[in-house]
């Protein structure tokens, strides 16, 4: 079935430990994106990417990076992971040409704890 | 950067009445979508509707329908004949029709509860 794939999809990590987060999207979609949800916080975009070879900070990019090789995957990495990135992370893809209303089309989630 | 605001961190109703989610959000841009989004206990964001800024009808979906207020900025959820598979986290959500990116900006979510 067409849409998004996230891997892992739970993960326990030790602080300053890293990992790679892949997302994969099978739509031809250029946008990706990755969020990051969190109690009361709704979601808060980390980094973005608008096509191939492209990306660009979100509202929250400190200590993540993020790389787009392939149009149809959009990699997360943290290099040294704090408890504080405790959460849960989806990503999402979208055909956006300027004037459409197309909503996201989200993965299931990564729920990653730091300990 | 936009900002979108639900008010109303839970809500419950009664099964096969009608509930109304409230979100608010402020830009100052003319051209935009509205959206708002499902998230069951199973995690995944599913749509529920959509508004085309520019569109002065309310968008409906079966049960499901919103009370479009440019002016006042608000786009508010209702669910009519409410079943037990809606209970979930609902997410409002604004989009950018014009700057590169296209990002989705969220609320904080409410949490509907549907009582039996």
């Known amino acids: 079935n067409a849409g998004v794939t996230q891997t892992p999809k739970f993960r326990v990590l030790k602080t300053g430990q890293s990992m790679t987060l892949l997302c994969a999207q099978d739509m031809n979609h250029e946008y990706m994106y990755w969020y990051r949800q969190d109690p009361g916080m709704g979601l808060r975009l980390i980094h973005y990417?608008?096509?191939?070879?492209?990306?660009a900070k979100g509202e929250v990019p400190d200590g993540y990076n993020v790389s787009r090789l392939k149009k149809q995957n959009f990699l997360l990495g943290l290099e040294s992971a704090a408890p504080s990135q405790t959460s849960v992370y989806f990503c999402?893809?979208?055909?956006?040409?300027?004037?459409?209303?197309?909503?996201?089309?989200f993965g299931s989630g990564t729920r990653l704890t730091v300990v | 950067a936009q900002t979108v605001t639900q008010s109303q961190p839970e809500m419950s109703v009664q099964e096969a009445e009608t509930v109304t989610l409230s979100c608010t959000y402020d830009t100052s841009e003319s051209d935009y979508y509205l959206f708002w989004y499902k998230q069951p206990p199973s995690r995944q964001m599913i749509l529920v509707i959509r508004q085309e800024a520019y569109k002065q009808q309310n968008a409906t979906e079966n049960r499901f329908s919103v009370n479009f207020q440019k002016a006042a900025k608000s786009f508010s959820l209702k669910i009519s004949d409410s079943q037990l598979g809606d209970a979930a986290m609902y997410f409002c959500a604004y989009r950018s029709a014009t700057v590169a990116g296209n990002q989705f900006y969220f609320g904080t979510g409410t949490s509907l509860t549907v009582i039996p």
């Open positions: 999402a893809s979208s055909y956006t040409p300027t004037g459409t209303s197309y909503g996201y089309t």
């Open positions: 990417s608008v096509g191939e070879g492209t990306t």
